[in-house]
Nanobody
Framework: DVQLQASGGGLVQAGGSLRLSCATS????????MGWFRQAPGKERELVAS????????YYKDSVKGRFTISRDNAKNTVYLQVDNLQLEDTAVYYC????????????WGQGTLVTVSS
């Protein structure tokens, strides 16, 4: 079974930083693209960043460009999200998810990590 365990969230003041990690197991990590999604209270879950299998192709949602950095360590089966200059609107539960080809593994959501930004 695919296992996804996000960690690294917390309470941070606006302008602060966190490094989120997502440890994975149950699939061949190096053959999957990976993404970070977030879900804010009362809102739909949205993709904020993704990284290709080898790390050479990156995507960022416009509102996080220049502030978030996605990376991966294929030896550790782990994907990271460095979140800098956090804003109030970044408050959400953050999740990672694998993607094989064009298909996100939507049935594999794991435990997310809560990021709360205070003013």
């Amino acid at each position: 079974d695919v296992q996804l365990q996000a960690s690294g969230g917390g309470l941070v003041q606006a302008g602060g930083s966190l490094r989120l990690s997502c440890a994975t197991s149950g699939f061949t990590f190096r053959t999957y693209d990976m993404g970070w999604f977030r879900q804010a209270p009362g809102k739909e879950r949205e993709l904020v960043a993704s990284i290709s299998r080898t790390g050479n192709r990156l995507y960022y949602k416009d509102s996080v460009k220049g502030r978030f950095t996605i990376s991966r360590d294929n030896a550790k089966n782990t994907v990271y999200l460095q979140v800098d200059n956090l804003q109030l609107e970044d408050t959400a539960v953050y999740y990672c998810l694998p993607k094989y080809g064009s298909a996100w593994l939507y049935n594999a959501w794991g435990q997310g990590t809560l990021v709360t930004v205070s003013s």
